[in-house]
């Protein structure tokens, strides 16, 4: 087997012709899907699961900063000209 050779160095090589592909005219968008009073308050429940999912895998992140820069825990303080 070789392979370091390309597939037109082989002696029996034939140039081919290319194909020509037809243009084809662009789809339409779909429409836009029509959400139920059900799905919606289902999205909701997915939604509130997913942030108290991320709140849990944060809490320790967010603890050590509380910990560490609290310095940036105060307000700006605005000087009024």
Not at 28 to 41: F, N, R, S
């Amino acid at each position: 087997m070789n392979l370091d050779k390309a597939p037109s160095e082989f002696p029996d090589a034939v140039q081919k012709r290319r194909r020509v592909l037809e243009v084809l005219e662009k789809a339409p968008p779909p429409p836009p899907k029509v959400w139920t009073k059900a799905e919606l308050q289902e999205q909701a429940a997915k939604d509130k699961q997913t942030l108290n999912a991320v709140k849990v895998k944060l809490s320790g992140l967010m603890d050590l900063l509380k910990k560490r820069y609290q310095r940036f825990r105060k307000p700006i303080i605005v000087l009024s000209c």
